[in-house]
């Protein structure tokens, strides 16, 4: 793997974007959700092996800055769109996961460049299922929401009493910025439900069988609204299927998109890192 490489870009001028970067070839986009970008190291190590991978910090993580316009999911799928196209990077496969998911289909559905082939939602949000809520996360104390995200519950849960001050104030630096761009309404874009219908690039939905944020069953029905997607379920995980079996995630990601893992036989389609501006 190529060494990890952090640049800093500005796809409008009051927002300095932090990127991380790994690997040459097709791009990979990876899209965290609300528990930051360590939630998709382990992605981006795996595919940084024969893809360029990019993970982005979304403004408000992190201790980043979110510029004062920048109120909602849409203006997140904006900006990664814009992104694509000031590097000119096309042939992208995009994975996100949770508020990164929902983010990716927001993307998908205003990318009429074309730029995206490949959409990967990890137990993502963004829409609004009849008899399928999406569980208030700000309503849980930590023990519960470990018992709703996790399988494991009890390997995951870290009790705030025993986390230094500096570390849970940067968690609801976190949280204040996620109620931010997605708290109103909860969760979701009431209008992307009956959008994603025009999607028709190849788009695997991967859910944790022990998901109670969002359900299996949300997720189904999230599948069916694409014109192209498929579903599958991982045992012996909850909410971050890709932390808690990372192999089994990695695997079905690769199985589902092979030119994305595979560094052969496709060096006509590998793309070199276009340059950045400095920091």
């Known amino acids: 793997m190529s060494s990890h490489r952090t ?11 932090t990127l991380s970067e790994a690997g040459t070839g097709r791009p990979v986009l990876l899209l965290h959700g609300g528990g930051g970008p360590a939630t998709v190291a382990g992605l981006a190590e795996h595919h940084s092996h024969s893809a360029l991978t990019i993970t ?40 996100g996961s949770s508020l ?85 309404p909860y969760m979701h874009d009431p209008k992307l439900l009956h959008r994603l219908g025009r999607v028709k690039i190849p788009t695997l939905l991967l859910w944790g069988e022990s998901d109670r944020i969002v359900t299996p069953a949300y997720g189904a029905a999230y599948a069916n609204a694409f014109g192209n997607a498929h579903l599958e379920v991982i045992p012996e995980a909850g909410h971050l299927p890709q932390i808690e079996q990372p192999k089994v995630t990695s695997a ?3 199985a589902y998109f092979p030119g994305w893992a595979d560094t052969t036989g496709c060096a006509d389609r590998r793309q070199e890192p276009m340059p950045v501006p400095p920091r």
């Open 7 to 17: 640049v800093t870009v500005h796809p409008y001028p009051d927002l300095p974007l």
């Open 56 to 95: 982005p910090t979304h403004p408000g993580w992190d201790g980043t800055h979110r510029p004062i316009w920048l109120t909602g999911v849409d203006d997140l799928a904006l900006t990664y769109l814009h992104h694509l196209h000031d590097r000119r990077l096309r042939d992208v496969l995009v994975i």
């Open 252 to 254: 079905m990601i690769d």
């Open 100 to 184: 990164g998911g929902w983010t990716a289909a927001e993307m998908a559905v205003r990318d009429t460049a074309h730029l995206i082939t490949g959409l990967v939602l990890i137990d993502a949000m963004g829409v609004h299922i009849e008899n399928q809520p999406i569980r208030d996360i700000f309503a849980l104390d930590a023990r519960s929401l470990a018992d709703h995200a996790w399988h494991h519950a009890d390997r995951y849960y870290v009790d705030p009493a025993n986390t230094p001050a500096e570390q849970l104030a940067a968690r609801q630096a976190d949280m204040t910025t996620l109620r931010a761009l997605a708290g109103d």
